[in-house]
């Protein structure tokens, strides 16, 4: 595989992916249209994913760009070579900034991925975490554009919610100082604070003020 090969597939184990097996005697037998083209992309072989993207740029098609945004920020190519293939079918010149082309893809309001690019999606997120898949596949209804869906950083449900906290006194709280932020509220006469250094770790707390349930999402 390479030294090159073999320091991609540890980056991406670090991250959870898993890629797919092609067998090295189909890559003679090159796909001819975008979406299959698009799933070399998630080979393990380096050069049958090499091979895919060089058959991508040479089919010209603008709707490969979307993907290959993606494929830049999970670093599924180490080198330069799929911000070449950006540049050259979007005519930008941002290099490896990931959020420059994210931004300037929210602007090009007409270009569309191919039909199977969400399937695609799905497939790369799951490679993170299975349980994406219940989010990003086939026929998915949808407002947001799937271009513009990216990956938080942790699994699904990686940030625990905080369920009925223990609460202490307000002259107890001392790990507080006196210019923090808190989220306050008060319900049938029971006042509670949510200090913000602790909603940073978790989001979202369950709890029961006042006796009624509540949910504060941050």
């Given at each position: 595989?390479?030294?090159?090969?073999?320091?991609?597939?540890?980056?991406?184990?670090?991250?959870?992916?898993?890629?797919?097996?092609?067998?090295?005697?189909?890559?003679?037998?090159?796909?001819?249209?975008?979406?299959?083209?698009?799933?070399?992309?998630?080979?393990?072989?380096?050069?049958?994913?090499?091979?895919?993207?060089?058959?991508?740029?040479?089919?010209?098609?603008?709707?490969?760009?979307?993907?290959?945004?993606?494929?830049?920020?999970?670093?599924?190519?180490?080198?330069?070579s799929?911000?070449?293939?950006?540049?050259q079918?979007?005519?930008?010149?941002?290099?490896?900034?990931?959020?420059?082309?994210?931004?300037?893809?929210?602007?090009?309001?007409?270009?569309?991925?191919?039909?199977?690019y969400?399937?695609?999606?799905?497939?790369?997120f799951?490679?993170?975490?299975?349980?994406?898949?219940?989010f990003?596949?086939?026929?998915v209804?949808?407002?947001?554009?799937?271009?513009?869906?990216?990956?938080?950083?942790?699994?699904?449900?990686?940030?625990?919610?905080?369920?009925?906290?223990?609460?202490?006194?307000?002259s107890?709280?001392?790990?507080?100082?006196?210019?923090?932020?808190?989220l306050?509220?008060?319900?049938?006469?029971?006042?509670?604070?949510?200090?913000?250094?602790?909603?940073?770790?978790?989001?979202?707390?369950?709890?029961?003020?006042?006796?009624?349930?509540?949910?504060?999402?941050?």
């Open positions: 595989m390479g030294k090159r090969g073999t320091r991609l597939l540890a980056r991406l184990a670090l991250a959870g992916l898993v890629l797919i097996t092609v067998p090295a005697s189909t890559w003679s037998q090159a796909p001819s249209n975008l979406d299959a083209l698009l799933t070399g992309l998630l080979a393990e072989e380096p050069a049958l994913r090499q091979h895919s993207l060089q058959a991508i740029v040479r089919l010209g098609d603008r709707a490969a760009i979307p993907p290959l945004i993606d494929a830049l920020v999970f670093d599924l190519f180490l080198d330069s799929v911000v070449s293939a950006l540049e079918l979007s005519g930008q010149r941002f290099g490896r900034d990931w959020r420059q082309w994210v931004e300037w893809l929210e602007t090009q309001r007409t270009l569309r991925p191919s039909p199977g969400v399937a695609w999606k799905g497939d790369l799951s490679r993170i975490d299975p349980a994406f898949a219940e990003l596949y086939p026929g209804k949808h407002r947001a554009r799937i271009e513009e869906i990216q990956w938080g950083g942790v699994r699904k449900d990686g940030i625990p919610a905080l369920t009925n906290p223990r609460h202490i006194r307000p107890a709280a001392t790990y507080l100082t006196p210019d923090e932020l808190v306050g509220l008060s319900v049938n006469g029971d006042a509670r604070a949510y200090p913000l250094r602790i909603m940073d770790w978790h989001e979202m707390a369950n709890d029961v003020v006042g006796g009624t349930a509540i949910a504060i999402a941050y």
